[in-house]
């Protein structure tokens, strides 16, 4: 696989309807981190089909937790892939928001402090009142004590933000599936053996399960690209 621009927006184009798409990578054995970060199992072209997802989607849906352990930067682009935003019409940036419950997170992390855009921070109207968050994101409310992700969600679309891509957690990406709101998964399948009590890319409540097709497999050096969409 020859990894241009032209060649990652075939494989993963933006979609004329609303679509959540997933990014994960995980080992051959199915583990989601080395040593409790997903940096370890990254090999060649993932970078660069992570920086495409990122420059295709109109938002960036994360976990509180994922933000803090993989120690989020803000979400900046290339100057390139802003000027293909440009030219497709979309924003120069994503939005980025972050699902937390309970607003514990750092108003000086990069995230925030560097954001060339506001972020956005779902929670539920339970959470802390008087976080220190607040001062440096758009805090709105979905579900009374936990997080309404399908709300969430529909807030989004109402923004003219159709194409959400989510990068984690196992927990965020679970509570996904089990709403029923995943249309897609891109799959990075690194070449290692991790071994370890590391999880799995998902994890929640138990659900029916919901067939997907293999849009693509690209193999690239000894790493494997993986594109389902829902059946």
Same mark, same amino acid.
């Given at each position: 696989m020859i990894l241009t621009r032209d060649a990652l927006l075939a494989h993963y184009p933006r979609s004329a309807r609303p679509v959540l798409?997933?990014?994960?990578?995980?080992?051959?054995?199915?583990?989601?981190a080395v040593d409790g970060l997903s940096a370890?199992?990254?090999g060649p072209g993932d970078k660069e089909i992570f920086d495409?997802?990122?420059?295709?989607?109109?938002?960036?849906?994360? &976990? #509180? @937790?994922?933000?803090?352990?993989?120690?989020?930067? !803000?979400?900046?682009?290339?100057?390139?892939?802003?000027?293909?935003r440009r030219a497709n019409g979309l924003p120069e940036f994503p939005?980025?928001?972050?699902?937390?419950g309970?607003?514990?997170?750092?108003?000086?992390?990069?995230?925030?402090?560097?954001a060339p855009v506001r972020p956005i921070v779902l929670t539920h109207h339970a959470a802390p009142a008087g976080a220190p968050v607040r001062e440096v994101a758009e805090v709105i409310?979905?579900?009374?004590?936990?997080?309404?992700? &399908? #709300? @969430?969600?529909r807030v989004l679309?109402?923004?003219? !933000?159709?194409?959400?891509?989510?990068e984690g957690g196992p927990g965020l990406f679970g509570a996904l599936i089990a709403a029923d709101l995943v249309d897609e998964l891109c799959l990075t399948?690194?070449?290692?053996?991790?071994?370890?009590?590391?999880?799995?890319?998902?994890?929640?409540?138990?659900t029916p399960p919901r067939r997907m097709s293999l849009g693509h497999a690209l193999p690239h050096e000894d790493m494997l690209f993986l594109r389902y969409v829902r059946a």
């Open positions: 798409r997933a990014n994960f990578i995980a080992s051959a054995d199915g583990a989601v370890g199992l990254q495409h997802l990122r420059t295709v989607c109109d938002a960036l849906v994360v &976990a #509180a @937790g994922t933000v803090r352990a993989e120690r989020y930067d !803000a979400l900046r682009l290339t100057e390139a892939d802003r000027a293909w939005l980025m928001v972050i699902v937390s309970s607003l514990d997170l750092d108003p000086e992390q990069l995230v925030f402090s560097d409310a979905v579900g009374d004590e936990h997080v309404d992700l &399908a #709300a @969430g969600v679309h109402g923004r003219g !933000a159709t194409q959400v891509l989510c399948v690194a070449p290692m053996l991790a071994g370890g009590a590391a999880g799995r890319i998902a994890h929640g409540p138990p």
